[in-house]
């Protein structure tokens, strides 16, 4: 069974350009989450989908960042225009189940650099 | 709100040598723990969890306890391998529906032969 998987594994963009970040969860696995690492700090949460829906957007930083999961399959995760800020470790994980602390499996994650 | 304190690193220890990562933690309720371990070029892997308190998580040596009287989750390993250097995480979430984790900084552990 293949596992969380992301593009791009590295983005390096300039300053006020676009990225667009993408997971593709674990096949069948209706939970989808997004956080992100900075500066070697705690891992933080961002959003969380329920099938195409968003359950949670609280940790989203601003209105830079925009995230979408068409048909609740893959998720893309788009920072636009993007500051140097934003520069970090981006981690999709999804989960099966809600309830009863299930284990969410995450990507390998796309280390973002904004120059 | 939740957060999670972990024990700063680096960590450098010699095989074989007795491990202790600390992790207190923060909370509302009754949260559920994990130990979170990343190794190199790979993504973050569940390495253990516990659910309620006094309950011990264990996986590959590795064994945390959930101390809800001192609100801490301290992994421990009685003999650390080379192949166990990693950065380890721990993390929480609530145990009623709000399920998104809540991470420390992450310690990096080196084992050296």
């Known amino acids: 069974e293949a596992g969380v998987t992301q593009f791009p594994s590295h983005s390096v963009i300039e300053k006020g350009q676009t990225v667009t970040l993408r997971c593709d969860p674990i096949?069948?696995?209706?939970?989808l989450y997004w956080y992100r690492r900075v500066m070697g700090k705690e891992i933080k949460f961002l959003l969380h989908f329920v099938k195409e829906s968003k359950q949670d957007e609280s940790g989203m930083p601003n209105n830079r960042f925009l995230a979408e999961r068409t048909g609740g399959t893959y998720s893309t995760l788009k920072v636009q225009p993007a500051e140097l800020e934003d520069s970090g470790v981006y981690f999709c994980?999804?989960?099966?189940?809600?309830?009863?602390?299930?284990?969410?499996?995450f990507g390998q994650g796309t280390r973002l650099t904004v120059v | 709100g939740n957060s999670v304190t972990q024990m700063e690193g680096p960590v450098t220890l010699s095989e074989e040598a007795f491990l202790t990562i600390n992790c207190t933690y923060t909370?509302?309720?009754?949260?559920?723990l994990f130990w979170y371990v990343q190794y190199p070029g790979e993504g973050l892997q569940l390495l253990l969890k516990?659910?309620?308190?006094?309950d011990k998580g264990s996986n590959k040596g590795f064994e945390a306890t959930y101390r809800k009287e001192t609100t801490s989750f301290h992994l421990e390993k009685g003999s650390v391998q080379v192949s166990d250097s990693a950065v380890y995480f721990c993390a929480l979430s609530d145990r009623f529906g709000n399920e998104k984790l809540t991470f420390g900084t992450g310690t990096r552990l080196t084992i050296i032969p």
């Open positions: 516990a659910t309620k308190a006094d």
């Open positions: 994980a999804s989960s099966q189940e809600r309830w009863g602390a299930p284990e969410a499996f």
């Open positions: 096949s069948g696995h209706d939970n």
């Open positions: 909370a509302t309720g009754y949260p559920s």
